[in-house]
């Protein structure tokens, strides 16, 4: 069985206003139910878990009824970090070890399906998958004093989501006490020794974070990147 964790436990607080940015409206629905919209066009049956604030849930609930949106979904209560949110999401999909877990972030609604695809199948093959991109700009590292020189950007990727795993890693993974190097939930995996495959991603698939991403966010549901 496939399963998604998606989590949308941030506040916002870059967006600016009062409503946290998973909820915002875009092209006249929440940007969470877009997210979520895009993993049922890959496949009808995935078990959805949408990890949120408890102090949401209630808020999360009414705009269900006023957007009629009936996908079913389980709610789990976010945590402290995105590591105790994303342990939260995936122990409440309650899933078998063979399953597929993908944790992706709530304000990404333009994952396409066929990154979606990459990453189960990669993750089916290998038991963990993360969808990357190439860099476009120069590096440069600056460290401690004036210590500062650029860097190949050829030896590095731009990380998105979904990162895609077997659930029987994840469980294990999220075992480990949380550290400050779990970036992401690939760095989890990674410290409970297990390699972690890479896959091609898309460039619209884009974290929206500041009022300029919904600018670009409206430029790419106008060109049809919405989901079908």
Same mark, same amino acid.
């Given at each position: 069985m496939n399963h998604v964790v998606i989590v949308a436990g941030g506040k916002g607080l870059r967006m600016g206003g009062d409503t946290p940015k998973q909820y915002l409206p875009l092209g006249g629905r929440p940007v969470i139910m877009r997210t979520i919209d895009r993993f049922m066009e890959y496949d009808p049956h995935m078990h959805v878990v949408l990890v949120l604030p408890a102090a949401h849930h209630d808020y999360?609930? %009414?705009l269900c009824r006023q957007y009629s949106f009936t996908t079913p979904h389980t709610v789990a209560c976010g945590g402290a970090t995105r590591f105790h949110s994303s342990q939260s999401g995936v122990r409440a999909t309650e899933a078998a070890p063979g399953d597929i877990i993908a944790i992706h972030d %709530?304000?990404?609604?333009?994952?396409?399906?066929?990154?979606?695809?990459?990453c189960f199948e990669e993750a089916r093959r290998s038991g963990a998958a993360i969808p990357v991109l190439p860099l476009t700009d120069t590096l440069r590292f600056v460290g401690a004093g004036d210590s500062q020189h650029n860097v190949l950007r050829t030896d590095y990727r731009v990380v998105q989501t979904p990162q895609t795993f077997r659930a029987s890693l994840l469980a294990e993974a999220f075992e480990l006490p949380f550290s400050e190097a779990f970036t992401d939930d690939a760095s989890v995996v990674e410290a409970a020794g297990h390699a972690v495959a890479m896959v091609e991603g898309n460039r619209e698939n884009i974290k929206l974070t500041t009022p300029y991403d919904l600018l670009v966010a409206d430029a790419l549901l106008s060109h049809g990147h919405a989901a079908r």
């Amino acid at each position: 069985m496939n399963h998604v964790v998606i989590v949308a436990g941030g506040k916002g607080l870059r967006m600016g206003g009062d409503t946290p940015k998973q909820y915002l409206p875009l092209g006249g629905r929440p940007v969470i139910m877009r997210t979520i919209d895009r993993f049922m066009e890959y496949d009808p049956h995935m078990h959805v878990v949408l990890v949120l604030p408890a102090a949401h849930h209630d808020y999360w609930h %009414g705009l269900c009824r006023q957007y009629s949106f009936t996908t079913p979904h389980t709610v789990a209560c976010g945590g402290a970090t995105r590591f105790h949110s994303s342990q939260s999401g995936v122990r409440a999909t309650e899933a078998a070890p063979g399953d597929i877990i993908a944790i992706h972030d %709530g304000v990404r609604p333009f994952v396409s399906v066929e990154v979606i695809a990459r990453c189960f199948e990669e993750a089916r093959r290998s038991g963990a998958a993360i969808p990357v991109l190439p860099l476009t700009d120069t590096l440069r590292f600056v460290g401690a004093g004036d210590s500062q020189h650029n860097v190949l950007r050829t030896d590095y990727r731009v990380v998105q989501t979904p990162q895609t795993f077997r659930a029987s890693l994840l469980a294990e993974a999220f075992e480990l006490p949380f550290s400050e190097a779990f970036t992401d939930d690939a760095s989890v995996v990674e410290a409970a020794g297990h390699a972690v495959a890479m896959v091609e991603g898309n460039r619209e698939n884009i974290k929206l974070t500041t009022p300029y991403d919904l600018l670009v966010a409206d430029a790419l549901l106008s060109h049809g990147h919405a989901a079908r």
